[in-house]
């Protein structure tokens, strides 16, 4: 979404306000000081031609959202017994995390992200695009020696790729919730469900994991039809491009309403918002049973569940900001 430039120092500071509230709730405080060190490291340590991008990219207003969820679902299985590996997860879904939104920027072209000018915007498309394939390389180099690691980024790459492939060619279409909970399953979901088997090392935790990003991207949906853009989305383009959305998905039952969200016309675009927004209770009340069968999970699978819970709820209020 192309942003007013005098509302970026507002959500910047709002990003950075959730990223100290979670990580404060969860008492990650030393672990992500240890991870912003990685960081710098692992930027210091690429090609100079890319340095000064990842600089930008890397190192102001990130939530941390993911890595704290590595390290959570860690704590819920292994307590506090850290290890290199954990870090170095983290580290990488960060990485891949920051490709996913130098190419979403470019596609969506967006001019603002984080406080300031998107990567695309500062260096040019070309640079932009290089640095997302480096970043990409430079997570499987990490990995190399890692194997379950190295397999479960292999399994996030795939199924990004083939999320938003799918996305694309389902949009338009008059489709329901269930499908909704299916794109989003693998759009965010599976990085989220990646994060919890990282941080839990196998599988105890990957439904919760599908169920905490399915509950993130159905946040993020109903922040962008509230104009909150507190995640960072583009609810402008997702209409404009008849994006199955959680709001869309319930008011496309509408005969007259999918009629537009299909072949949209002139001024539709303002309609189809308004139809979207008179089904924000009805998506808020979705959101909540997501979040009690992701808190039920928690409980489930983890001995220690506290931090689980913790990140459901702060998920939660996302759309509410």
Known sequence: MNINPSNVENRGNA????????IAELSLENEVDRLDAMIANWIDSCDEEMRELFHWQFLDGAKYFRPATVFACHRAVHGEDWGEQTFSAAMIIEILHNMTLVVDDILDKSRYRRQ????HCRFGSLRALMASGYMVA????????MPYVLDRITELVERLGVAECMQWRLRQ???????????AGEDTGSMFEVCACLGGSGETLRRY????GLL?????DVADIRG???LGGGGEEDIRDGILTLPASLAIRNPDVSKMFCHPGDGDIV???????????????VLDQIADDARKEAARCSRDPAGLIALIDHTRQLSKQ
Not at 116 to 119: D, H
Not at 138 to 145: K, N, P, T
Not at 216 to 220: E, F, I, R, V
Request: charged share 35%; with cysteine; proline share 3%.
């Open 138 to 145: 430079e997570s499987y180099r990490i990995a190399r020696d």
């Open 173 to 183: 279409q008059p489709l329901g919730l269930e499908d909704w909970r299916r794109i």
């Open 271 to 285: 309609r189809l918002a308004k139809a979207f927004e008179a089904k924000l209770p009805e998506a808020e009340a």
């Open 209 to 212: 994991g599908h169920l905490l």
């Open 116 to 119: 300031k000018l998107t990567m």
């Open 228 to 230: 909150l853009e507190a």
């Open 15 to 22: 990003v950075s306000d959730i990223r100290r509230k979670i």
């Open 216 to 220: 993130y991207h159905g946040c993020d």
